[in-house]
């Protein structure tokens, strides 16, 4: 695995912090599926979970467009690969999913994301509500750190599993 990512500074303001432990944690993501052939990037290595690299590459592609574009500035967007059969459809509906396409969206919602992001003041309150509570812009690039190192963890044991790499 080759790894490009740029380490988050010990000491900057609040801001520069954020916006560099959600970049870190992006491009962790992209280092575990460096390198894998489509049919590993697919591959469900932790069975019985339904969980592949490329599932979470889909499912981070949603997560970043709901967080940013349909929460935090109330676009009026569909959501990405749902199912009305299947919530679950970015992790679950893999075997025939272009990876290509997977990678172009996610890559796509990230710039989104960062465009947005930087226009705004930490403490924006979203448009839209998450279970009937407003949520700043600060909470929304918490829970996206949170949110990408859970995943980077199971991406970790998923990579394992797949051919034995280990690493941050």
């Known amino acids: 695995m080759v790894d490009t990512r740029i380490p988050p500074p010990y000491i900057a303001d ?9 970049d870190w944690h992006r491009e962790t993501l992209a280092v575990k599926c460096a390198g894998l052939s489509e049919e590993q990037l697919r591959e469900r290595s932790a069975p019985p979970s339904s969980m592949s690299l490329l ?6 592609a949603h997560v970043e467009r709901v967080w940013f574009r349909i929460v ?26 272009s990876t290509e396409e997977a990678f172009t969206t ?12 930087a226009g705004l003041s930490l403490d924006a309150i979203g448009h839209a509500q998450h279970r009937g509570r407003e949520c700043s812009h600060r909470w929304i690039l ?5 949110e990408y190192a859970r995943h980077n963890g ?12 280990v690493g941050t």
Not at 14 to 22: A, G, S, V, Y
Not at 106 to 117: P, Q, T, Y
Request: hydrophobic share 40%; no cysteine.
């Open 55 to 60: 599932g979470l590459v889909r499912h981070m």
């Open 72 to 97: 935090l500035i109330g676009e009026d967007i569909p959501r990405l690969y749902k199912a009305p059969d299947d919530s679950d459809a970015d992790f679950n509906r893999v075997d025939e999913a």
């Open 154 to 165: 199971h991406a970790d044991l998923l990579r394992e599993r797949i051919d034995g790499a």
């Open 106 to 117: 996610w890559r796509e919602e990230i710039a989104h994301a960062r465009r947005i992001s």
């Open 14 to 22: 609040e801001r520069t912090m954020l916006d560099k432990w959600l």
């Open 142 to 146: 918490v829970h996206m750190i949170e």
